[in-house]
């Protein structure tokens, strides 16, 4: 597994929206969510600058939010996932 500083660098948006996350929640709860996606509950996934991490919703999920290269971003509603 990659080390916390080397994701940072490689993912900063994403690196910046945790951090925001953990300031509005609290790092007990985020951190715990992002552990569990790490560990293969659908929880949290993250993908930016070509690097993944952490397990992707395979179902239920309506929307996901995506970055542009301006960094901006855009909700993109999903496939039906559902049966």
């Avoid at 715990?32 to 993944?52: V, Y």
């Amino acid at each position: 597994m990659k080390k916390k500083k080397q994701l940072r660098d490689e993912m900063p948006t994403i690196a910046a929206w945790i951090d925001a996350m953990v300031e509005a929640f609290g790092k007990e709860e985020i951190h715990g969510q992002i552990r569990q996606g790490l560990t293969g509950a659908p929880t949290f996934f993250a993908s930016e600058n070509g690097h993944m991490v952490g397990t992707p919703v395979t179902t239920g999920a309506r929307y996901r939010v995506i970055w542009d290269q301006q960094d901006r971003a855009s909700i993109d509603e999903m496939e039906d996932r559902h049966g």
